[in-house]
């Protein structure tokens, strides 16, 4: 089965563009995320690393917002099973 | 140019409207968008029907503006998660003589389906990502079988950092052997669980 691209959509499609916008400020949102060793914080893009580890979810969650203040971006906190706990917008 | 029913867009006229509650709009809203859709069939000379499907933020609405927008079709631009209403609006499109067409998003990956979903203003649970992605492709799946002589076309959607100019580009795949497609879309179903894994967030 092989897909064929479609010619690009127009730059000026407003619609694809808040898609695009969404999807970069996304990608520069940190996730807390929690496994066995602790919490660990990384960057939404950076999927190849676990991250930087921290042994409490407080001072990943600290860390991650200093991050994300900078980045005009959002905290995702995931719990231990995976499911969604909070998002702590900096906008 | 299309007729489009959104149930998002619908959304943006309920009173007391809120995007980052859009959750609690979501039954009216699509209330509302299958009574415009019985309209549309009953009252306009459009013959063919799209009916769209795919999970949350997977590029639906950006592909519908992008390729079906200046065709003279009538959209149903919804995640057709839900098998009995996905069958229900062919079964009436059907009933009306017209020709159905499904068009299915897929995002190229979950985790940029997943930025783009959560950071966008309109503000669905978690849960809704995680069902609406794994029950539309069972749903299509069920459609497929149950209804070989509609057309799909299924569509990737991905998001380049790297490509200059737009960097949503969209792939397309026709069902031109039945059964390889069925066997295409066999493989290609994910649960709930395999979709959180498939965002990497949980295996650290």
Redesign the interface.
Same mark, same amino acid.
Request: glycine share 8%; charged share 25%.
């Given at each position: 089965?092989?897909?064929?691209?479609?010619p690009?959509?127009?730059?000026s499609?407003?619609? #694809?563009q808040?898609? #695009?916008n969404? #999807?970069?400020?996304?990608?520069n949102?940190y996730?807390v #995320?929690q496994?066995g060793k602790g919490w660990?914080v990384?960057k939404?893009?950076v999927?190849t690393s676990?991250?930087k580890l921290f042994p409490t979810k407080s001072a990943a969650i600290s860390n991650a917002q200093a991050r994300a203040v900078r980045r005009n971006s959002?905290v995702?906190v995931?719990d231990r099973?995976?499911?969604?706990h909070s998002?702590l917008s900096e906008d | 140019m299309a007729y489009i029913i959104s149930s998002d867009d619908i959304k943006e006229g309920l009173p007391d409207y809120d995007p980052s509650r859009a959750e609690v709009f979501h039954e009216e809203s699509t209330r509302l968008a299958d009574k415009a859709y019985e309209d549309a069939l009953r009252n306009r000379s459009e013959d063919t029907v799209v009916i769209m499907s795919g999970g949350s933020?997977s590029?639906k +609405?950006?592909y519908v503006?992008?390729?079906l927008s200046s065709k003279q079709v009538i959209v149903y631009d919804g995640t057709s998660s839900k098998l009995t209403r996905a069958t229900t609006k062919i079964e009436k499109a059907l009933k009306y003589k017209k020709n159905v067409e499904i068009h299915a998003v897929w995002p190229a990956d979950f985790?940029?389906a *997943?930025?783009?979903? *959560?950071?966008?203003d309109r503000q669905f +649970?978690?849960k809704h990502f995680y069902r609406t992605h794994s029950d539309s492709r069972s749903s299509l799946l069920r459609i497929a079988r149950e209804y070989p002589d509609i057309p799909i076309t299924?569509?990737?959607s991905s998001?380049n950092?790297k490509k200059k100019?737009?960097?949503?580009? *969209?792939?397309?795949?026709t069902d031109k052997n039945k059964d390889?497609?069925i066997e295409?879309l066999q493989k290609n179903q994910y649960n709930e669980e395999q979709i959180?894994?498939a965002q990497?967030?949980?295996d650290?």
């Open positions: 089965m092989t897909f064929k691209t479609l690009s959509p127009a730059k499609n407003k619609q #694809v808040e898609y #695009v969404a #999807v970069e400020k996304g990608r949102s996730f #995320v496994n660990y990384r939404a893009s999927r676990p991250g959002k995702l995931f099973d995976g499911s969604f998002s | 933020a590029g +609405s950006e503006s992008a390729y985790a940029t *997943f930025e783009a979903f *959560f950071s966008r +649970s978690l299924i569509i990737k998001y950092p100019g737009q960097k949503m580009e *969209f792939r397309i795949l390889d497609f295409f959180k894994h990497g967030l949980y650290v």
